[in-house]
């Protein structure tokens, strides 16, 4: 079970982005890297392809960051918090919040 998923809430602790909110768009495990919803923007140029219809320019697209470089954001706290794994008495493996020992996923 990994600690940061698609579609948690984070926050930018370290970088040019730092202190900056988003969500995870998508978890790359193999290399440990997050894409964050507007964060991390880079400008790249684009080839026009005419026989797919595609127009050139320069386009923004986020690029991925490190993994160990967003923590996820409590928003009880309001700060950006560490994430544990517990065991339920079902069975069942959870997130919760080091802060305040709340479970993230339900």
Do not use: Q
């Amino acid at each position: 079970m990994h600690k940061i998923k698609k579609g948690d809430d984070v926050i930018v602790i370290t970088g040019k982005d730092k202190g900056k909110r988003g969500s995870v768009i998508r978890v790359i495990p193999e290399v440990d890297r997050v894409l964050v919803e507007n964060i991390n923007v880079a400008k790249k140029h684009k080839k026009p392809n005419p026989g797919a219809g595609v127009p050139g320019g320069i386009i923004e697209m986020e690029m991925p960051m490190d993994i160990s470089n967003i923590a996820i954001y409590n928003p009880v706290t309001g700060k950006a918090d560490r994430v544990g794994i517990k065991s339920l008495e079902d069975g069942r493996k959870v997130r919760y919040f080091k802060s305040n020992g709340e479970v993230i996923d339900a």
